[in-house]
């Protein structure tokens, strides 16, 4: 075929991209999406943060708190694989594209304890000895030579 005559042809066929917004985003069955955390499940052992291959997990066992840099996790899946009571998971969501640096945050707070301020509160959940709180940080962006 002719490169004119695939121009017409092209000219009467549906567009292979989506017009998204206008039109809605359906998942592709099995895509890696949004990091999602079980935190009053997680026993803040810190397998996932051993093994995550990009280092963006840390947990802390004494404040009963799981930071995930959003941003910069590559979607392995090794934090759900090896994550021994399954808390964490995947759904089909993505985030909004960004260029800050973010990181999620889940801990348990005391009752009536918040999270910083300037933390945009995505869950919260009241659970046995305090709040549940799942909320977005913003990052400082790393300087020059600092990674």
Not at 115 to 135: H, I, L, M, N, S
Request: aromatic share 8%.
């Amino acid at each position: 075929m002719g490169m004119f005559s695939q121009a017409i042809s092209n000219l009467f066929k549906k567009p292979f991209t989506k017009l998204y917004p206008a039109e809605k985003y359906e998942p592709i069955k099995d895509t890696r999406g949004r990091f999602v955390m079980d935190v009053t499940r997680c026993i803040f052992c810190g397998l996932c943060e051993r093994n995550c291959p990009a280092a963006v997990i840390k947990v802390d066992k004494a404040r009963k708190r799981h930071e995930t840099v959003i941003s910069g996790c590559i979607l392995c899946y090794r934090c759900q694989e090896v994550c021994p009571k399954g808390c964490i998971s995947f759904r089909e969501h993505y985030a909004p594209p960004t260029v800050a640096r973010t990181a999620l945050v889940h801990e348990i707070l005391p009752r009536g304890q918040e999270p910083a301020r300037g933390a945009a509160v995505e869950e919260r959940k009241d659970v046995e000895g305090g709040t549940a709180w799942a909320y977005t940080i913003e990052l400082p962006l790393p300087g020059p030579g600092k990674g």
